[in-house]
């Protein structure tokens, strides 16, 4: 039962994680700025964002409904409170501020943070449930070479 109650928290905050990003985004993504970029040539098209997200924070939630389960401390909590933030921030710095070296940055550490948990979380008990986060570090790689595309070609 526990379980599932941290599933359902970790859902609640992680999409309205993404609903926040996404109005930090506005429709920058449409708009000029963005799109008089000279982006990468592996830039998948919109449509596919929004599915890898829904994958991603889904597999994130129960990964962390999991790890919450077992490993409920101060320091747990902080790591996943900077990933949150991280993520959330990254389309503001990036999309409303236009500050992509900055956004490179947010991104890298966000990933290294996400490889941490993997690393560090994923001893017997979590074994198996650690795998749930290769979606989000395999996305975070591609979107981490997205960004750093834009500002080595602009």
Known sequence: MKTIYFIILFLIINFGGLALGSWF????????WYTNFNK?????????????WTLIMICFSIYLSYLF???NSKF?????????????SWN??????????LAFVNIIALTLL?????????DDKLSNVKHLLLPYIVWLC????????????N
């Open 142 to 153: 591609i979107a981490t070479s997205l960004n750093g595309y834009v500002i080595f070609n």
């Open 25 to 32: 985004m506005g429709d920058a993504v449409t708009g000029e």
């Open 92 to 101: 503001y710095l990036f999309f409303n501020q236009h500050l992509t070296t």
């Open 76 to 88: 747990v909590i902080t790591l996943y409170v900077i990933a949150v933030i991280l993520n959330v």
């Open 40 to 52: 990468a040539p592996w830039t998948p098209p919109g449509w596919v964002f929004g599915v890898a």
């Open 114 to 122: 996400i490889i941490y948990f993997f690393i560090t979380f994923g």
């Open 69 to 71: 389960s077992i490993r």
